[in-house]
């Protein structure tokens, strides 16, 4: 069964350094998620992304944040500045076939640790 | 913006005895509604969604109940087993599906 893939799964990085977390969506779905989870609380809806732009985006998706779908595979998130708060567990999500819209699939999670 | 709470945030079952955990959500406009299941350490998985056309829907031990009058949506565990035993959350999208919303989460427990 095809599965949302992500890398790395941890990234250690200090504060003020700018990451990029990366994910490769189910092959024939067509809107992409990042989600935010920190420790022990709810997952938070961060962007999402469809036809090469960005459909919606919440209030933590600030200028600090953006997104790229650099080819046809990957799908990718760059925090620039990390802060001490950014530390999360950072999921992509995939839906939509033309037979199903809305069912998201998650990926494994890159775990950021900010220093 | 949309809203949803969850409840309870906690719940702990004896094995065989049934769940049930309950969303309620504030956008009229909101009208699909997926359940996650989510392990230690691991990604959420979806186990069940209702879209707003539909009142109830079962699949094997697992159902999902929408009230869009009241605008809560339940899901329903009968005949619990400990791997039951995880974090669980709902969700609201709207019709585009370009944004979700979730609740806080359950933590349920199946005692064995």
């Known amino acids: 069964e095809p599965e949302v893939t992500q890398t790395p799964s941890h990234q250690v990085t200090q504060m003020g350094q700018e990451v990029i977390l990366r994910c490769v969506p189910i092959?024939?779905?067509?809107?992409f998620y990042w989600y935010r989870q920190i420790l022990g609380q709810k997952v938070e809806f961060l962007v999402s992304f469809y036809n090469n732009e960005i459909s919606e985006k919440s209030e933590i998706f600030d200028d600090q944040f953006s997104v790229e779908r650099p080819d046809g595979s990957n799908f990718t998130l760059k925090i620039r500045s990390t802060k001490l708060e950014d530390s999360a567990m950072y999921f992509c999500?995939?839906?939509?076939?033309?037979?199903?819209?809305?069912?998201?699939?998650f990926g494994p999670g890159t775990r950021l640790t900010v220093t | 913006g949309e809203n949803v709470e969850q409840h309870p945030s906690t719940l702990s079952v004896q094995e065989g005895d049934s769940a049930v955990i309950k969303c309620t959500y504030s956008?009229?406009?909101?009208?699909?509604f997926p359940w996650y299941k989510q392990e230690l350490g691991k990604r959420p998985q979806l186990i069940i969604d209702i879209r707003s056309n539909v009142g109830e829907k079962k699949d094997q031990r697992i159902a999902v109940t929408l009230n869009k009058t009241a605008k809560h949506f339940s899901l329903h565990i009968t005949e619990t087993q400990p791997e039951d035993s995880a974090v669980y959350f709902c969700a609201a999208s709207n019709l585009a599906g370009n944004q979700f919303y979730f609740g806080t989460g359950t933590s349920l427990t199946v005692i064995p």
């Open positions: 999500a995939s839906s939509g076939t033309l037979s199903s819209s809305y069912e998201q699939y």
């Open positions: 956008d009229s406009a909101s009208n699909y």
């Open positions: 092959s024939n779905h067509l809107y």
